[in-house]
């Protein structure tokens, strides 16, 4: 699989690599956002010590193991029973061997398993390695988790780190890139299933079709993508899943309040936002509160930003009997007829994606207001964003314009904020009829979209 896109990942990397100084860098994100294949395509010499959720006993051994393999010296039967052994074999290693990095993958497992190794790991640091001129990489997953571990004031890792990257899902443009031989709204579509998730999206290649490419790759027995939704949650939530797995087909399928979500999942209003919490804390769900200049006023709304856990929660969790009984198609045939509904949140997605190319916004969000809402608002400077988005078989006309025109007047006065300039834009699935664009109305449809992914 070729490396697409990640261009600033990768300098920003390279970058520490050249400072003649100990780095000690954070990187992580999603699981299959591609964290170990953007380091094993960046450097050329490394160490990869991956954890997992053996016990602390077991890691040490077999870290271990890589180091005295490595080094070539030492006897293969040493038994080494502590993280301070290890270290001491590592700092050995580094005396004999220059590696471009040291990587620490799925690092989270690690003080998971041993509350303790964050204190050891950060006296090694401040009296060995970080003296030693070397780039040691934790890398990990579950946002929420690796923030607490690593990037918290109150880790004591906080003041030693020297960096640290996020690497996030892959936009719609360059997602598009993995899928040449589709029509713009398969890429669409198929985007609005994996996301831009590198590997997903590799999944998809071969195909030229929508359909075939769901049939094929989705609702086939045995296939990849038919369990991913379940080892995802399930690894989180062996203890309790079915009440989790509930809230989230309940968020799947447009419940956003609490109390929906509570009704509509089974879950006690008095228990939901424990189970809220915990999913927020492992980005499984997104919390959004209307724009806003200042602190937003009213409550959130919850719902699942990463495409893939939205679609399997939607159609695939469902429907896993009738996948395994090769009834597929049936699903597929009621996928196509809600698709332009469903694609509909993607569509926002990829309108907030083109403006954050083309405007630059310092912030950008969505408002509503009761019955009232505005799917795209942003900033830039003086200047206010608004977009709306249709992604229906309906041609755009100057009645939305006008509509939204009055949207933006009724939220300019509850965020109290006066405009030198208001650029409106309107995205269309189907293009536009009875009105022209202009220096403040800008009309983007499926072949602008097109226009960016060449570039």
């Known amino acids: 699989m070729k490396m697409i896109n990640r261009k600033k990942e990768k300098e920003f990397l390279l970058k520490k690599a050249k400072t003649n100084k100990s780095e000690l860098i954070v990187i992580y994100g999603r699981r299959r956002v591609g964290k170990t294949f953007l380091l094993e395509n960046t450097f050329k010499n490394v160490l990869f010590f991956t954890a997992d959720l053996s016990n602390t006993l077991h890691l040490i051994d077999r870290f271990s193991k890589m180091i005295i393999s490595e080094m070539g010296t030492l006897p293969t039967n040493i038994k080494v029973t502590s993280w301070d052994d290890f270290f001491g074999l590592l700092k050995a290693l580094l005396m004999q061997k ?146 989790y797995f509930s809230i989230m087909k309940a968020i799947a399928d447009g419940k956003t309040t609490p109390n929906e979500i509570s009704n509509f999942s089974g879950v006690e209003n008095r228990k939901i936002s424990t189970y809220l919490s915990k999913l927020l804390e492992i980005e499984l769900i997104k919390k959004e509160l209307p724009f806003s200049i200042k602190k937003a006023k009213k409550k959130p709304l919850y719902y699942i930003d990463d495409e893939y856990i939205r679609f399997y929660f939607k159609y695939i969790y469902p429907n896993i009997d009738l996948i395994y009984r090769e009834h597929g198609e049936k699903i597929l045939n009621k996928i196509n007829s809600e698709k332009s509904m469903y694609i509909s949140f993607t569509f926002e997605k990829i309108a907030k994606q083109y403006v954050e190319r083309i405007e630059s916004p310092q912030i950008i969000g969505k408002w509503w207001d009761k019955d009232i809402e505005i799917d795209l608002v942003a900033i830039h400077e003086e200047k206010l964003i608004v977009g709306e988005c249709k992604y229906t078989n309906k041609k755009v006309d100057d009645r939305v314009l006008q509509k939204l025109q009055l949207k933006t007047y009724k939220m300019l006065d509850e965020i109290k904020f006066e405009p030198k300039e208001i650029i409106y834009y309107l995205f269309s699935k189907s293009g536009f009829e009875n009105i022209s664009e202009s220096k403040n109305i800008k009309l983007i449809d499926l072949n602008t979209l097109s226009e960016i992914i060449k570039d």
């Open 98 to 243: 220059k590696y471009d990095a040291i990587i620490f993958d799925e690092f989270q497992y690690i003080p998971q398993q041993d509350p303790a190794f964050i204190s050891i790991f950060q006296r090694w640091w401040d009296l060995e390695f970080s003296k030693k001129n070397i780039n040691i990489i934790l890398c990990g997953s579950y946002s929420g988790m690796m923030e607490k571990i690593a990037l918290e004031h109150n880790s004591p890792l906080y003041g030693r780190r020297t960096g640290q990257y996020k690497i996030m899902p892959m936009d719609f443009f360059d997602s598009a890139k993995f899928l040449l031989n589709y029509s713009i709204e398969d890429k669409i579509f198929i985007y609005s299933i994996t996301g831009g998730i590198p590997l997903y999206l590799n999944e998809f290649v071969e195909y030229n079709n929508s359909n075939n490419a769901l049939k094929n790759k989705i609702f086939t027995p045995g296939e990849f993508l038919v369990e991913e939704g379940k080892f995802l949650t399930m690894e989180e939530f062996k203890k309790d899943p079915s009440n």
